[in-house]
Structures are given as C-alpha cells and as structure tokens.
Nanobody, 121 residues
C-alpha cells in the first residue's frame, strides 16, 4: 500500500507563488510517474502536471511557463512550483502516483487527500 501526503496549499494573492509537495510512503519499490491534478467537477480531475521517474515532464497548456514540476526519487516526493497564480488556478489539487511497484503488486495507482489552493485578493 502507498500513502500520499500533500502539503503547501493555501491562500495567495493573484501574481503570487506557492509550492506544493507530495510525499509517498509505504513499501515502495518504484513509482513510474507522479503528478498533480485539479478537481474541476464532482467527477472529473484535470491534469496539471506529471513527471516520470526519468524526469520527463508534461504540463497542461494553461500552466506552461508558470508551473514547474520536479521530483526527488530518493524521497518519493514530487513538488509543484506555481508562479504567477491567477484566480483560474483556484481549486483542490490532488497528488497521484501511477505505476507504483510494491511487494506483491505492480501498476498501482494512488491518490492523495487533496490540498486547497485559493488565489484571491
């Protein structure tokens, strides 16, 4: 089993910055990809950014040039540096681990509990 714990959300003014962190714990042998998603409806989460174990990053068009995702494989931790925040970035951000390998299981997907980001003056 893999547990994901997010931190770093909060209230920030437009134009400001935040850093989100997500640490994975448990009997983890490897995690292929980690990333951040934002809740857009009750049933849908949209991709914000993902990064593979090898460092290949993918971003939503709306955040390119403003957000940077990074990862510490030794700590199984992923970070999201968010700059030039605007009101449209407001939402609950969820961390996801995909392709996780644990004893007895491969390809597992796990989600964190979510962290609120509010951009408002």
């Amino acid at each position: 089993q893999v547990q994901l714990v997010e931190s770093g959300g909060g209230l920030v003014q437009p134009g400001g910055s935040l850093v989100l962190s997500c640490a994975a714990s448990g009997s983890i042998l490897s995690i292929y990809a980690m990333g951040w998603y934002r809740q857009v409806t009750a049933d849908e989460r949209e991709l914000v950014a993902t990064i593979t174990k090898g460092g290949a990053a993918n971003y939503a068009d709306s955040v390119k040039g403003r957000f940077t995702i990074s990862r510490d494989n030794a700590k199984n931790t992923v970070y999201l540096q968010m700059n030039s925040l605007n009101a449209e970035d407001t939402g609950v951000y969820y961390c996801k681990a995909a392709g996780a390998i644990t004893p007895g299981k491969t390809g597992g997907e796990y989600w964190g509990q979510g962290t609120q980001v509010t951009v408002s003056s």
